[in-house]
């Protein structure tokens, strides 16, 4: 198993190979991949130091799978030249997920759709991922009619820049802005950019991908995505209307039994989830479970999870697991 890391030297892909190490994939030889100017340096990966290598040097070497998080417009441009050579590309940015011709996979839900003839195939966004986990098992019994969705995500979404900028006015310092605003002791409703309907990027994926990986288009979804001065991971307040009628109990066993999904919901002893708790975990965490008595049919979560774990790298990982396991590269 030839693996190429493309983005080795970023922030999930810094994950990526933590992730590897920690699920012991099995990889014959590694290519950790990056921009030119990265090109030479060196990373550590199970105690061995690896030369980073350029894009082109990468495709030369033709491996199996390229696992990708270096943006959009690398994958635009080089995602097809690994496709050529018959890599399998599992691209963690937004530049194929809406493409009607690649699957957007969360293993968990939809992996059974790959085939061998994928060999470009798109990980969801974070916070996406994150809350289909824990509607997949609600919408398969009781039929998921209306979402509205708030979003308060980490700054490690934005990347090394916006950590930078909140250690910075931490500390009193002036220095590069990752965002318009400070984001110490702030929130930004504003999360990538505007669309000319008034929402952002952010927001609208949370609507496209969600109904695309459902591939139910019937879905209802309204979205607001927050930025706010936290690391851990991205929090999520969603509002769900169904069509049919839920038992809460039963809302809560389903919740408990899905994999990869852990209940924390007890509020005599002040359980909840929170970005605190989930950072550096793989689980998507659920809680304050509650019937909104306002509407028929509807019910309140919490969802947390860590965005550059199972947000990014793990999804990304386990769907190349799942290639190996299916002998579908």
């Known amino acids: 198993m030839k693996l190429a890391v493309v983005g080795a030297t970023g922030m999930v892909g810094n994950v990526m190979l933590k992730v590897l190490e920690e699920r012991n994939f099995q990889i014959t030889e590694l290519l950790l991949v990056a921009s030119e100017k990265s090109a030479g340096k060196k990373i550590s990966f199970k105690g061995k130091d690896y030369k980073i290598i350029g894009l082109q040097d990468a495709v030369d070497q033709k491996p199996d799978i390229a696992v990708f998080s270096a943006g959009g417009s690398i994958s635009t441009d080089w995602a097809p030249k690994f496709a050529e050579v018959g890599t399998t590309v599992v691209d963690n940015s937004s530049a194929w997920r809406m493409d009607p011709e690649k699957k957007l996979i969360v293993p968990e839900i939809n992996a059974s759709e790959l085939t061998r003839e994928d060999k470009?195939?798109?990980?969801?966004?974070?916070?996406?991922?994150?809350?289909?986990?824990?509607?997949?098992?609600?919408?398969?019994?009781?039929?998921?009619?209306?979402?509205?969705?708030?979003?308060?995500?980490?700054?490690?979404?934005?990347?090394?820049?916006?950590?930078?900028?909140?250690?910075?006015?931490?500390?009193?310092?002036?220095?590069?802005?990752?965002?318009?605003?400070?984001?110490?002791?702030?929130a930004l409703p504003h999360c990538d950019v505007f669309e000319e309907n008034g929402y952002t990027k952010e927001e609208m994926k949370l609507v496209r991908e969600?109904?695309?990986?459902?591939?139910?288009?019937?879905?209802?979804?309204?979205?607001?995505?927050?930025?706010?001065?936290?690391?851990?991971?991205?929090?999520?307040?969603?509002?769900?209307?169904?069509?049919?009628?839920?038992?809460?109990?039963?809302?809560?066993?389903?919740?408990?039994?899905?994999?990869?999904?852990?209940?924390?919901?007890?509020?005599?002893?002040?359980?909840?989830?929170?970005?605190?708790?989930?950072?550096?975990?793989?689980?998507?965490?659920?809680?304050?479970?509650?019937?909104?008595?306002?509407?028929?049919?509807?019910?309140?979560?919490?969802?947390?999870?860590?965005?550059?774990?199972?947000?990014a790298a793990t999804n990304t990982i386990q769907i190349a697991e799942y290639l190996v396991a299916n002998d579908l590269v």
């Open 120 to 186: 470009i195939i798109a990980n969801p966004n974070c916070s996406t991922i994150q809350m289909v986990m824990a509607l997949a098992p609600l919408h398969q019994k009781y039929t998921i009619k209306r979402l509205v969705i708030s979003t308060y995500q980490s700054i490690t979404g934005t990347g090394v820049k916006a950590v930078q900028q909140l250690e910075n006015e931490y500390q009193g310092k002036k220095g590069e802005m990752a965002y318009p605003y400070p984001i110490h002791r702030n």
């Open 210 to 311: 969600t109904q695309k990986i459902f591939n139910d288009y019937t879905i209802a979804i309204t979205a607001t995505a927050v930025r706010i001065p936290v690391v851990g991971g991205h929090s999520e307040s969603i509002n769900i209307e169904f069509e049919k009628e839920f038992d809460i109990e039963d809302v809560r066993k389903l919740l408990h039994q899905t994999p990869g999904v852990t209940v924390k919901d007890n509020i005599d002893t002040n359980t909840y989830p929170m970005p605190i708790y989930a950072e550096g975990k793989d689980e998507v965490f659920v809680g304050r479970i509650r019937r909104d008595e306002s509407q028929e049919n509807s019910l309140n979560m919490w969802v947390v999870s860590d965005n550059l774990r199972k947000g």
